[in-house]
């Protein structure tokens, strides 16, 4: 069984620009959620999503979006680039319903931005 | 406001003896506890979860307690294990609204596990 693939692993953008990320779950989880780790912070929650709906925000500003496709399939874009966005942005699934059940994360897109 | 502490930055261990990683939260609308642990340039990886309505879960060698009055858990390893050394992140979720929730991850503790 396939984890959660994100793509692309590494990358490098300038500021101002803005990127897209794309996260794959595990066949048959319908549950994505992202979050972004940077040292002085630690795992910090983006959003997730769930049957296409965003179901929860975290505290981030509204440059940080996302969205997820009837596959369950998600992206999550940046637009405007700070120096500060640089992290490493992890996506994670889980199966439904949504009963307590731990998350699966992917391998993450670490994003630089000079 | 952190709302999970993991107040040990990092902590070392001699093989073979036991582990201890402590986590705690505030908010007392968490209802369930998971441990990861995470590897340099990977994502994290789920070790062992706990609800609030135990107060210890185990498997194999690593086995979670939970303590609501006080708002701690911890995570013991025995026997530790060199491939164990690791970052450990503690996190915790609140059930509402049929939504999983976030999960809200304290900010680690590095375990060395040493031969």
Redesign the interface.
Known sequence: KAG?T?TPRYLIKTRGQQVTLSCSPISGHR?V?W?QQTPG?????LF?Y?SETQ??K?NFPGRFSGRQFSNSRSEMNVSTLELGDSALY?C?S?RPP???????????T?LTVV | DQQVKQNSPSLSVQEGRISILNCDYTNSMFD?F?W?KKYP??????LI?I?SIKDKNEDGRFTVFLNKSAKHLSLHIVPSQPGDSAVY?C?A?A?YG???????????TKLSVKP
């Open positions: 959660v994100q549950s959620s979050y912070q630690g795992l910090q929650f997730e769930f179901r929860n975290g992890l994670a889980s949504i009963d307590r059940t731990e998350a699966f994360f992917g391998q993450g670490r | 369930y998971l990861y340039a990977e994502g994290p990886t789920f979860s609800s992140f996190a979720s059930h049929g939504s999983q929730g976030n999960l809200i991850f304290g900010k680690g």
